[in-house]
C-alpha cells in the first residue's frame, strides 16, 4: 500500500493567490523530507531538503520566501507556492526518508496549474 | 553527489529482456546506486538498489561491474506496463543525502 499520501493530486489556481500541498507519511516517521519540481519532459529537479528538528535547506536558485516549507511534524511536511505566476505551473514531488533506511519513497506528485 | 550517465531512449520488445546501463564513474566508496522509474505523471517508484554485489528482486536485477564506475539494470521480461522513464541515482548511505536525479532512459516497451 501507499506509503506516502500526496494532496491534491491536481490544483489550478488564480496568478497571485498561494497554494498548499501536503506530504504525508502514513507508515513511519519521516527524519528527512524532500520536495521537488518537474517541468514536461525534464526530470525532477530538487528544490529543498527538510530534516527533522531543523529548518528546510535550499538548492541554489530556488526562492524560500516564494516556496515555504514547513516541516510540521515527522509525518507532515507542506509546500506553499506564495503568489503564484504561470511559471510556477509544474508537477511537484514529495519525498520521505526514514533513519537507518536509505529508500526514498515518493508521493504521487501534485500538477499545479496557474492561471 | 556523484553524476550518472544514461542514454536518452531505448526500445524493448515485450517480453525480452530490458538491459539500461549506467555509467558512474565518479562513484565514492560509500556510495550506493539506486534505480528509480517514473511511470507518466506519476511519483518515482522504487526499483532496486545495490553497493558492489549484484542483487535480484522481484522486478529487476542489478548488476554493478567490479570497480563499480557502471551498473546495469535488467528487467527480465518486459511488459507494456515497464514503458516509463528509468533513473539512475548515486548516492550515500543515509537517509539524509539528497537524491539527485539526471536526465534518466526513457524506455519504451514495443508489443
Known amino acids: 500500500g501507499a506509503v506516502v499520501s500526496q494532496h491534491p493530486s491536481r490544483v489550478i489556481c488564480k496568478s497571485g493567490t498561494s497554494v498548499k500541498i501536503e506530504c504525508r507519511s502514513l507508515?513511519?516517521?519521516?527524519?528527512?523530507m524532500f520536495w521537488y519540481r518537474q517541468f514536461p519532459k525534464q526530470s525532477l529537479m530538487l528544490m529543498a531538503t527538510?530534516?527533522?528538528?531543523?529548518?528546510?535547506?535550499?538548492e541554489q536558485g530556488v526562492e524560500k520566501d516564494k516556496f515555504l516549507i514547513n516541516h510540521a511534524s515527522l509525518t507532515l511536511s507542506t509546500l506553499t507556492v506564495t503568489s503564484a505566476h504561470p511559471e510556477d505551473s509544474s508537477f511537484y514531488i514529495c519525498?520521505?526518508?526514514?533513519?537507518?533506511?536509505?529508500?526514498?519513497?515518493f508521493g504521487q506528485g501534485t500538477r499545479l496549474t496557474v492561471v | 553527489d556523484a553524476k550518472t550517465t544514461q542514454p536518452p531512449s531505448m526500445d524493448c520488445a515485450e517480453g525480452r529482456a530490458a538491459n539500461l546501463p549506467c555509467n558512474h564513474s565518479?562513484?565514492?566508496?560509500?556510495?550506493?546506486v539506486y534505480w528509480y522509474r517514473q511511470i507518466h505523471s506519476q511519483g518515482p517508484q522504487y526499483i532496486i538498489h545495490?553497493?558492489?554485489n549484484n542483487e535480484t528482486n522481484e522486478m529487476a536485477s542489478l548488476i554493478i561491474t567490479e570497480d563499480r564506475k557502471s551498473s546495469t539494470l535488467i528487467l527480465p521480461h518486459a511488459t507494456l506496463r515497464d514503458t516509463a522513464v528509468y533513473y539512475c541515482?548515486?548516492?550515500?548511505?543515509?537517509?539524509?543525502?539528497?537524491?539527485?536525479f539526471g536526465t534518466g532512459t526513457r524506455l519504451k516497451v514495443l508489443a
Open positions: 519525498s520521505l526518508t526514514r533513519g537507518g533506511n536509505p529508500e526514498a519513497f
Open positions: 507508515d513511519f516517521q519521516a527524519t528527512t
Open positions: 527538510s530534516n527533522e528538528g531543523s529548518k528546510a535547506t535550499y
Open positions: 565518479t562513484i565514492s566508496g560509500n556510495e550506493y
Open positions: 545495490g553497493l558492489k
Open positions: 541515482i548515486v548516492r550515500g548511505p543515509s537517509g539524509t543525502y539528497k537524491y539527485i
